[in-house]
């Protein structure tokens, strides 16, 4: 990955990479999020038949080659001018799952076309001008999403004071839904109602069910009251994040914070994990502290940057070869042998 | 912060920030303290409704707007020719709260004008000769100070090996208040009567309370036991602190100490910290571990130096920004939301 | 060792001594061996008569002169012309247990013969076609070999992305063994017999002792469960490694995972240990936590690339010189001395 | 004492330096020593009437200005010409105790003469030829020795491969006592009765109490059982040593060995410490984790090597002046206020 993250850094203008690339804070979440993968230790299984090793899974029933999916990113024009599209073109090509995020810089229905009926999933940011969020989840509705994951870590979007020298406005951050539907709305690019709603609370999770008919993934989750919390209040899932180190920093790493939500949910529900995923042993990882999915952000957009939809793919294909052979050599040939005793009190 | 710290350094002779920066021994505490605060993991709230965050508090019943106080420091006109005047107009027009040091080099009522009837507290050193301590209580209770801070960590000043090669005598280190009382009463800066009084018992308490009729608050606090004694022996607050530093190096970092100071008081008496604070982060987790208010020190001295009462407005402005945003990610929209349970046990 | 190291790395084409010295992934593992002994600390035992010290034991009842074997390394003609059997040299002459990998540069007889009665073990690797195993077990019993050992770690050989740059075909990876078998049985050097068989399971302990009648232990065991089902499995000792940070990377490091597998096996069997042993130092701590014998790799490569079998010599006796020296002063004149109370717990 | 470190390097020939410098092994528990005093954090006492600190003591009974004793360390002649006579004049000069090492350069009458009547302890190294030993002890009690010191670590001396290319023979290795000694037994500097005796066991202790008359210490104690033994064995007194890191490296710290032992010990015997002391903090840790004395070595050698008694004065004078103040800064006036209290569980 290091070697793609280098790529990147060439592909891309320097403010770009770093708008892609930063966190919040000191950078404190962002880095530790990494090294917390690099903490744990694990323990192999001896002497079982890996002949025919498979890590074909299902996400909410919906099926997956992988256990890995994209994580929800949005302005992925900014990587490359295919953006979103490219990036599902390679989701779609690797059999992983597709986020698609309410900051889209391309439209959902292209987005989804490029899926050719694979599943994806709709991230919903909430806005302070509801009719908006509701036109962007019947599009995505519309368009065939099979899930809506809910953001309830951004009531506000953090503010990036290591990104402060970079003028953003050099690159395009065109919004492909956001900007139509405020046009509608508003008119104006700088229409209040298009920030984040701060007022946001459990009851958005029934509120989406109602809207969409679609299960809701609660996004953000680092907590296990929380995340018990999730599972009272109807959620589908729970994905354990803490937005890539780009909100509060500080946060608990995701490997940090996983387990304890898994404990809570108690298979109520499943769980999924971003946040400093840079191998397929970080994968197998997720899964052994109990992940259902683990979703890959920014290694995905320096494939992006680099080439496209075959940069992802490469990613992706990265990532799931180390993952099967990680599985192989942990002695867990399916995603549900990768559990918690392969982790080692270290 | 650390824009600030170079521009304070480029704005102070060498020696005169190396005197305001400083602390003990092999400087163990002073990084510690710094580190101790980046020690500590953060477990946001989900989906709370952060609409209208405030962060008001008060500070013994007074009114504050954020929970963050400038924390006592000497000699500030080492910093700027306005020293603690400017700091106090700076602390006024930010609402928040100031303190003012025995070691004041500006006129007591002077500062206290500055404050424009904000509340202000005056940190007492007690002298071997206690007609000074007493003269100068009176003086801040004239000025309308709002309570005292007696300093319990420094029965004497403790040798800071890492200045030594610097001579102190080479900027200004005019005491306004104790040149001016020592004088009356000795006539010489070298009169022994201004040493700390290294006796110095806990009936100080008493006798504080009865000098002034004000609240005391009991600063360099770091042990259970101690703080269950301030609060037996009458005090009105804790304030947990190792003097930044400045005295027994090696003593445990106040964000290592805090928690079991907390506990031990269980909420009988407001606790107070200092030490190593840059961030409006680390403002939120020394009220996550049970502080009332978070005191900040060598950061105001360096927006003082490099750009006067504004620096040091820049500087408690970006705390109180950053900790209001803080509270909005961590879904604690009030200071009396922000709890013990918001820090991961890493 | 550091030494030797950089001996090796002059006297070798630098891919040549990448290949040797490669771990699997980042190589996590490969680097927490090493430091994993070096966490370890020593209580040792005072006023304890040290005057006749020795460190003569048995593995599996053979005599050695030294709780060291040689672990097993296949392709050593890379670092050496005259290959495993300078190294069996090496070893007869030093009296400690020689290994022969299945892919050993050199043939089983010769190397046998070099070892001049002394005792050596056999490393075997499971194949897909299984009469090649067969036919290398049956040579092994034939030049006389004291012991298999069944590697359960390797159902398929880990990339190792850190040497990808690095064309492995430029030195000769010759292997005396499989290639003369595999020749018998396919003719082809990339014949899919010869590959590790991934099907490999708790049956092969039986299997191979019904084949040879010699006793097994099984190598690559890092949990507790797996060492108690090699006992109850038939096998005659357990070998806990993680194949020198070549196969899973994040492995735990053998010094974490030697103290509970001991527990587990609870002296139903001998136990050995290799991984990041650098010193006379480590191999007392191996001991210590309770294996029978410690087994060197990478620096006996080095001795072997430096100066071929005096190389090793000197590799091997500086080892048990320090592990002599290291147990007079640690109290514990005898292997049997070097107990678990000998480990702090730090 | 890094500029006195250096002042030293200054002084003496490379060689002679690192003979004295230098530790076992890897180097790895010389540093773990001075690192296990930074890892200890201090609990101070507020409001504690320090105006009358005093750090005298009493070391088995005998009176000291300061809980703080001169390690044994021989051949002091390499650092400065008047080797231990130097060193004893500025023990006497400040009121610690002063220890002889076997392998002093300079005749015990001497440097008996020097410390002018103040208390005095004989390091005994029990040699293959006893009535060297007894010669030895003989001498000491003559002299006016106060007690011995078993060393219970050096069943024989360990090597030091960092020193390996540095040829000791080009400084004065000359020892007064053992040489003279030998001489009358062998005529012949490389007797072998001259060697540690390995051999050497916990009879040891009545031997030396029979021989001498006096209280025996035993140094090199590191493990609780050992400690215990030490008492029930009649010793009068436990020195926790890992010998500077000279003997057996990866020993554990002495920081972290002593608060076991102590506990072990239960107040039956006293309990010194040495090891990596390069402050007064360092002292203070020493006794708050429950010893009566903490002795120092390679500071007493720099400044030796930097200006004789002067530079060992200095030394001195420099740790018990810092310990003063840092017994003041704890609100522990006295030795025996320094208790375990005051170490932080960090």
Redesign the interface.
């Known amino acids: 990955m290091e070697r793609l993250e280098r790529l990147a850094l060439d592909a891309l203008p320097e403010r770009a990479f770093a708008f892609l690339s930063t966190g919040a804070?000191?950078l404190?979440t962002l880095r530790?999020n990494v090294e917390g993968w690099?903490r744990?230790?694990?323990?192999?299984?001896?002497?079982?038949?890996?002949?025919d090793?498979n890590c074909r899974t299902t996400f909410l029933g919906a099926e997956v080659d992988a256990p890995i999916g994209i994580a929800p990113m949005g302005y992925q024009k900014v990587a490359h001018a295919e953006g979103e599209v490219a990036t599902a073109k390679a989701a779609s090509e690797s059999g992983v799952l597709m986020t698609v995020s309410t900051r889209t810089s391309m439209p959902i229905p292209a987005v989804a076309e490029a899926m050719k009926g694979r599943p994806w999933w709709f991230q919903v940011y909430v806005l302070k001008d509801r009719s908006i969020t509701e036109k962007l989840v019947d599009r995505a509705v519309e368009a065939g999403c099979g899930a809506l994951i809910l953001t309830?870590?951004t009531?506000?979007v953090?503010?990036k004071p290591r990104l402060a020298e970079t003028s953003a406005g050099e690159f395009d951050l065109h919004l492909a839904e956001l900007e139509g539907t405020a046009a509608e709305g508003s008119g104006r690019r700088d229409y209040e109602g298009l920030e984040q709603?701060?007022?946001?609370?459990?009851s958005?999770i029934a509120w989406l069910k109602d809207l969409s008919g679609l299960p809701v993934v609660?996004k953000?989750?680092?907590?296990p009251?929380?995340a018990r919390r999730c599972v009272d209040r109807g959620a589908d899932g729970i994905f354990v994040s803490?937005h890539g180190g780009r909100?509060?920093?500080?946060?608990?790493?995701t490997a940090?914070?996983l387990g304890a939500v898994v404990k809570a949910v108690d298979e109520a529900v499943e769980v999924y994990v971003d946040g400093g995923i840079r191998?397929g042993?970080d994968v197998l990882?997720g899964l052994a502290l109990g992940a259902r999915g683990v979703f890959v952000g920014r290694p995905v957009l320096w494939g992006l940057a680099h080439d496209g939809a075959r940069g992802v793919e490469e990613v992706v294909h990265a990532l799931q070869t180390?993952f099967l052979?990680?599985m192989?050599?942990?002695?867990a040939p399916r995603p549900s042998d990768v559990t918690r005793?392969l982790v080692?009190r270290?």
Chains 1, 2, 3, 4 share one sequence.
């Open positions: 804070g000191e404190t530790d690099g744990v230790r694990l323990l192999p299984r001896a002497l079982v038949d890996v002949s090793p309830a870590d009531p506000l953090a503010t709603d701060p007022a946001l609370d459990w958005a609660v953000g989750i680092l907590r009251d929380d803490n909100q509060l920093d500080s946060a608990a790493a940090d914070a191998s042993i990882k180390e052979e990680a192989a050599l942990a002695g005793d080692a270290v």
